[in-house]
């Protein structure tokens, strides 16, 4: 089967000069993935390990000091192939939303402040919807019921909407031209307990009728859980475990998701949780060999010295530790 979207090496680095030293921030460094068609493919990890900064890399949204410095990023949609670095802006401007749809974190980003609602669905979506204005109007009207919303919010100003609203209203701006690929960071992180299981539930609903993928980035791994169908765990920079959420969760092979699994809260759950002893390293220097060995309860002499390769360790399970697999990187 085609994937949808094919990572491959990408290094994404920060451009950063401090006190005229320049600094390279390595956040995105040799990533590799694959989305499939119809699949919710999770991205997890705590904060700073590069979450954002690889899937505004995939969906084209570099801005200094923000660099791509190797690696390609293709796209297979409506029977293209779209290697996004080749093709250039111009390219990337035609598939986006109609193809590629990106929500970011924080539902105001998207919405025109001072423009009634209907403006950016217009903006957005007219044109690539290609109907008529009252029928076009009909059909986003149907899609905001699938999210839950009455026709009346189109004439609202968005100050004028709950912060729950907002957020269902940037997924149906997402979701509107039916993209082949939905990329949402952090959709549901600000709101609160109910309105994110409501707007999670739609989120899941809305990308199985429309028969998307999705790429969804969260550090909470009890929203991965009930989500997504495969899991991509980094740390530091780099995907260092990836697989069916179910095989990950009930089969961690890498210590650190061992550990993000582990501190998650569960009910009679009786024995404290045990914090990882020190911090993420800084990505402007980070530890040579496995980024993880500085607090890795399993670190050994190799893991200190050589990168791990990130390497198939059951059908569809991967891994980059050497406790799991002896293969370095060459
Ligand atoms: N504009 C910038 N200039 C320099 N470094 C940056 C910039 N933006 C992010 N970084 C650094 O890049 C690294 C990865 O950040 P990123 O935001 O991608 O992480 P994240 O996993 O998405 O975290 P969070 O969940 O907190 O957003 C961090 O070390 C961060 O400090």
Not at 33 to 44: K, W
Not at 177 to 189: F, G, R, S, W
Not at 233 to 252: C, H, N, Q, W
Not at 291 to 299: E, G, M, Y
């Amino acid at each position: 089967m085609t994937p949808v979207v094919a990572v491959n090496q990408l290094r994404a680095y920060y451009q950063t000069q401090q006190f005229g030293v320049q600094r390279d921030v390595r956040a995105v460094d040799d990533v590799s993935l694959q989305v499939m068609p119809n699949e919710i493919y999770g991205l997890a990890g705590e904060s700073s390990c590069g979450k954002s900064t690889l899937i505004k890399t995939i969906a084209g949204a570099i801005r200094p000091p923000l660099t791509v410095q190797g690696g390609s990023v293709v796209f297979n949609f409506a029977g293209q192939s779209l290697d996004l670095y080749k093709a250039g802006p111009q390219a990337l401007q035609s598939i986006r939303w109609k193809h590629l749809s990106y929500v970011m974190q924080g539902s105001m980003g998207v919405l025109n402040p001072v423009r009634r609602v209907r403006h950016s669905f217009i903006d957005f979506a007219f044109r690539h919807i290609g109907q008529p204005m009252p029928a076009f109007m009909e059909t986003v009207t149907q899609h905001l019921a699938r999210v839950k919303l009455g026709p009346e919010v189109l004439q609202a100003f968005p100050h004028e909407l709950s912060g729950g609203m907002r957020q269902r209203l940037a997924i149906a701006l997402a979701t509107v031209c039916k993209p082949e690929l939905i990329i949402a960071d952090e959709p549901t992180t600000a709101l609160d307990v109910i309105v994110q299981k409501s707007v999670l539930g739609m989120i899941r609903e809305v990308q199985r009728e429309l028969g998307s993928s999705l790429i969804f980035v969260t550090h909470d791994m009890a929203v991965h859980a009930h989500l997504c169908d495969r899991l991509g765990v980094m740390y530091a920079g780099r995907l260092i475990e990836e697989g069916a959420t179910k095989d990950v969760f009930s089969r961690p092979r890498h210590p650190y998701t061992t550990h993000l699994i582990a501190s998650l809260p569960r009910i009679g759950k009786t024995a404290s949780i045990k914090a990882l002893e020190g911090a993420p390293p800084n990505l402007a220097d980070p530890p040579k060999g496995c980024r993880f060995h500085p607090r890795c309860p399993l670190a050994m002499d190799v893991c200190r010295q050589q990168v791990p390769a990130f390497a198939e360790v059951a059908p569809g399970h991967r891994v980059a530790c050497f406790a799991v697999n002896p293969v370095a990187v060459e």
